[in-house]
């Protein structure tokens, strides 16, 4: 159940990366999980011979609204520059494809959760956390949305699940790989990922 709600936050952080620029946080927040939650309700798209497509659906949401480069540079953190830009542009779609691969298939899993907001805080005009809660048979886990004015939209940048945050698990496996090799080290082992 957990990786479930997981991934459904996942693609819930990818899948509101951007909606309209008039919107505050809630709101924004709010748009991205109606809209997902449509694809997932969406009886004709859970039947087995429909998979494929049910998953192109949410990759076209997340695609539509997701801002990989921001998303890879703050999950590498400092790391970032040891990347050139030919290595910047590879790790960012590597590394959005190993987001998706990872969760679509968990996402389809939904069982019709409920997500509830109970509260945005703004750190400035900048800066915004919207909290909610995910209702799944019977628990409620803690989601956190931390989340950007970039002068014309809000972004999210991070979710925190049960206080974990997604960027931080990421960038630790990252910082890891890039200590101990080089850049080259972890395009290749995002590339084995990809391929398999």
């Known amino acids: 159940m957990r990786k479930t709600v997981c991934a459904m936050v996942v693609f819930l952080l990818i899948g509101m990366a951007g909606i309209a ?3 505050e946080p809630t709101q924004v927040i709010r748009s991205a999980v109606d809209e997902i939650l449509v694809i997932l309700r969406d ?3 859970k039947a087995p011979d429909r998979a494929d497509e049910q998953r192109q659906r949410i990759a076209a949401v997340a695609e539509k609204f997701m801002d990989k480069k921001r998303f890879a540079q703050i999950t590498l953190g400092r790391d970032w520059r040891k990347l050139d830009s030919k290595q910047q542009e590879e790790f960012t779609e590597l590394y959005a494809d190993l987001v998706e691969k990872t969760y679509i298939d968990r996402i389809r899993e939904y069982t019709d959760e409920k ?6 805080t703004k750190a400035n005009d900048n800066k915004a956390e919207v909290s909610t ?5 019977g628990k409620e886990i803690p989601v956190v949305y931390r989340m950007y004015n970039d002068g014309s939209r809000w972004r999210t940048y991070d979710v925190l699940v049960e206080g974990v945050s997604f960027v931080m698990n990421y960038r630790s496996q990252f910082n890891d790989i890039l200590a101990k090799g080089s850049p080259e080290s972890l395009l290749r082992q995002l590339r084995q990922k990809a391929s398999s």
Do not use: N, R, Y
């Not at 997500?115 to 945005?120: K, M, S």
């Open 43 to 45: 009886p004709k798209l």
């Open 115 to 120: 997500v509830l907001i109970t509260g945005e």
């Open 133 to 137: 809660v995910v209702v799944s048979k």
């Open 21 to 23: 620029s008039a919107a």
